[in-house]
């Protein structure tokens, strides 16, 4: 599937062809909007959702799965777990846990607290590929003001791929100009250069180095902005060393929900559990991520 240059779901893989360095460009909207709309989450929580939703995108998109990738952020503080996840087709749903009334109604004016927001906790990534396979999981500790500094701390200490990320979210205006009726966006910008290739070059530590600082110069509103392409924006940020682009990859809201799956799941439950759990013979169970509720008739012990 081909994308306008300004679509508003993607992922824009690319490569820094004078550095040798790979990257990612996710923009989100749409998505966005449609796993926070029947929630009602405060704007703090919104905004890392928003912003979870991203970092998932583009580190999935930089990983060669068949099945499903999850992020979860699990934490004691008033926010206690948000869970994202994206299937290697593009499909993407989310939810949060959170006490309303402990974190309140202010939209943060820069970056959202991970620590105000989830208190000490651990960030997990899993990799699942299906019965047949071995499930992958990294864990790591929440260790950082923001997710981008999380995201690098867990990069650190995986010792694997030295990666940069930048992440934004920020609500976009209606046509009346006012914030909170259109909803929130999201971007995330990631380059990536691959351990053991190149270690100890001193050329090729420069060339992260110059990198590292021209990424950093781009503007939130740049990542943002349905006005700009990504090519117009890896353009201004990485012209001098060149960059290629490869083929766009289209990003979704879908919830992988169904009724035969919750009959399914009821159906592990012994006899008892379900006469327990049943109201004149029928279980309602709602999806923790799109809401939709199943209205599922039992037989009763």
């Known amino acids: 599937m081909d994308l306008s240059p300004n679509a508003a779901d993607f992922v824009q893989p690319f490569q820094i062809e004078g550095l040798g360095l790979r990257g990612r460009l996710v923009r989100l909207g749409p998505v966005v909007r449609s796993v926070v709309a029947h929630h009602g989450y405060p704007p703090a929580v919104t905004a890392l959702m928003a912003e979870t939703l991203a970092l998932a995108a583009v580190l999935a998109s930089a ?15 008033p926010l206690s777990l948000v869970v994202v ?9 989310g939810y949060a846990r959170c006490d309303e009334a402990a ?8 970056a959202v ?7 000490a906790g651990t960030m997990v990534f899993t990799v699942d590929q299906g019965p047949r396979t071995e499930r992958y999981q990294g864990v790591t500790a929440l260790e950082g003001a923001s997710l981008s500094e999380c995201a690098h701390a867990y990069f650190r200490q995986s010792e694997q791929v030295q990666t940069a990320i930048i992440l934004v979210a920020a609500p976009e205006p209606d046509t009346a100009g006012d914030e909170t009726a259109a909803g929130i966006r999201a971007a995330a910008l990631m380059i990536q250069r691959l351990a053991g290739s190149d270690d100890g070059d001193a050329t090729a530590d420069e060339n992260w180095h110059r990198a590292v600082v021209l ?8 990542l943002l902005s349905s006005m700009l392409s990504p090519a117009e ?4 940020l990485f012209h001098e060393d060149g960059v290629r682009l490869f083929r766009q990859r289209p990003l979704r809201a879908g919830c992988r929900c169904s009724q035969t799956k919750v009959e399914r799941l009821i159906a592990t439950f012994s006899p008892a559990e379900i006469t327990t759990m049943a109201d004149n013979g029928r279980i309602a169970v ?5 809401k939709t509720v199943y209205d599922v008739t039992v037989g009763t012990a």
């Open 63 to 77: 990983l060669k799965y068949d099945g499903v990738f999850t992020l979860q952020l699990r934490g004691d503080g």
């Open 85 to 93: 996840d994206i299937t290697s087709a593009g499909d993407m749903r």
């Open 103 to 110: 974190i309140g109604d202010a939209l943060p004016a820069g």
């Open 113 to 119: 607290s991970v620590p105000r927001l989830m208190g």
């Open 215 to 222: 990424m950093s110069s781009v503007r939130a509103d740049e």
């Open 233 to 236: 924006v890896l353009f201004r």
């Open 286 to 290: 709602t999806c923790e991520f799109c």
